[in-house]
């Protein structure tokens, strides 16, 4: 009897002590701040090699996100690369610059609210020594007529990106099929374009922005850049249409198309280089003035 009683008094201790280590679970709303927060929202964009190559889109798509709770999911591939992913409604928004293509885009449905968001120049680089000459041509045209004569190299993007067609619109002015070995098209972006002219101390068309940024790494300089009527190089944002792509997010893509041509995605347009390279790499349009875009 004396062991029963023992044991019934240890057990009660056990239960007890085991009672005491046994959280009750709060009551009320349990839920962390944290887990209140929403989930960030996705846009697509496709854009040129230009704007993250120079490092634009760093600093311009960081404050979106950071204002609307969103990630911008970017792939840079050539504008014409990028049209045809907004084509295929891949993407809910698109930057590009090659006003012609965008045009058609446009006409076969494809994008609505074409915006001009900022413009720069495409600029002839090559070698110092500029064995064709062409610090002294009349125009782009005289230009690549300079380079093709003395079959001096010449790098290409050959992927059909808005440098790669104002590019082939300039050799067409010239009345010229470049060809031989002197003519490289290696099909890549601008940076790695800059950089095989580089090796190859070659000529190549770049948008002044992308040489900006790359120029203390290489040894090419700009030596032509005084024509505007084949140089001009506007960048346009557009909207994936969405009675065509039904699933794309096009509130936000406007939302975006508003904000990068909004007086502050404007001003960091306007600022965007200045104290890295000694110039800005795009001037916004805000600042064209007569500088007008189709």
Not at 153 to 181: H, L, Q, Y
Not at 188 to 200: S, V, Y
Request: proline residues 4%; glycine residues 8%.
């Amino acid at each position: 009897m004396k062991n029963l009683f023992v044991k019934i008094i240890l057990a009660s201790i056990f239960i007890s002590l085991f009672a005491g280590c046994v959280q009750q679970a709060p009551t009320g709303n349990t839920t962390s701040p944290a887990s209140t927060a929403s989930a960030p929202q996705d846009l697509h964009l496709a854009t040129t090699t230009s704007t993250c190559d120079t490092g634009l889109l760093d600093v311009l798509n960081k404050k979106f996100e950071d204002e609307n709770n969103v990630k911008i999911l970017t792939v840079c591939e050539g504008t014409g690369k990028s049209v045809a992913t907004g084509e295929l409604g891949a993407a809910d928004v698109v930057m590009v610059h090659a006003v012609q293509l965008e045009l058609q885009a446009v006409a076969n449905g494809s994008f609505i609210n074409r915006s001009y968001m900022m413009y720069n120049y495409f600029v002839i680089i090559g070698p110092e020594s500029d064995p064709a000459g062409i610090k002294n041509a009349t125009n782009a045209t005289d230009a690549f007529r300079r380079i093709a004569a003395k079959q001096s190299p010449f790098v290409s993007r050959g992927d059909n990106s808005g440098t790669d067609m104002m590019e082939k619109s300039i050799w067409k002015a010239a009345n010229i099929t470049p060809a031989g070995t002197w003519y490289q098209s290696v099909g890549k972006g601008m940076g790695d374009t800059i950089t095989t002219a580089d090796i190859k101390s070659g000529y190549t068309l770049s948008d002044r922005g992308t040489y900006l940024a790359m120029k203390d790494k290489i040894n090419l300089r700009i030596l032509f850049e005084s024509d505007k009527t084949y140089l001009f190089n506007p960048y346009h944002v557009m909207a994936v249409n969405p009675s065509k792509f039904p699933n794309v997010k096009y509130d936000l893509a406007m939302k975006y198309i508003n904000y990068v041509t909004s007086p502050q995605g404007q001003d960091i347009i306007r600022n965007y280089g200045k104290g890295k390279f000694g110039e800005a790499l795009f001037v916004p349009e805000e600042d064209a003035g007569n500088v007008t875009s189709p």
